[in-house]
Structure formats: structure tokens, C-alpha cells
């Protein structure tokens, strides 16, 4: 279960539920310098896929495909 929610809360049709994602296809790559709450000050370079595609389910169980790029 993955929820995303880039409005902090604030615009609930922005959030968006994918129930048991699958990543299907990804291209490119991106390193990056990444942090962890849980260790504060800990930072590091992550390399990334540029551009994925993800097939899940939505909150009301049915199948949805999403694309992204960046971050």
C-alpha cells in the first residue's frame, strides 16, 4: 500500500492510494542526494529511474496504471 499526498493534507483530491503497486516498466536513471527522517543528518546519493510506469489498484479496488518522471 503506497499513499501519496504532495498537498500535505490540505486538497484531498490530490491523494493518491495504489494497492499492491507493481512497478512495469522504468527508463533512464537520476542520482541524487536523499535523506532519511528517521536518521537526521544522514544523507547520501541514490540513483533513481527517470521515468516509471506502476500498475495497482485504486482505493475503490480497481485497476489503475499511473506515470511519472522525475521526482
Request: with cysteine; charged share 25%; glycine share 10%.
Amino acid at each position: 500500500l503506497t499513499v501519496i499526498d504532495c498537498s500535505a493534507g490540505e486538497d484531498p483530491s490530490q491523494r493518491l492510494v495504489l494497492i499492491n503497486p507493481k512497478i512495469t516498466a522504468k527508463e533512464g536513471s537520476q542520482t541524487g542526494e536523499e535523506g532519511c527522517l528517521s536518521i537526521p543528518g544522514f544523507r547520501e546519493d541514490v540513483t533513481r529511474a527517470q521515468k516509471a510506469t506502476v500498475q495497482a489498484c485504486n482505493i475503490d479496488g480497481a485497476p489503475i496504471e499511473i506515470s511519472g518522471e522525475d521526482l
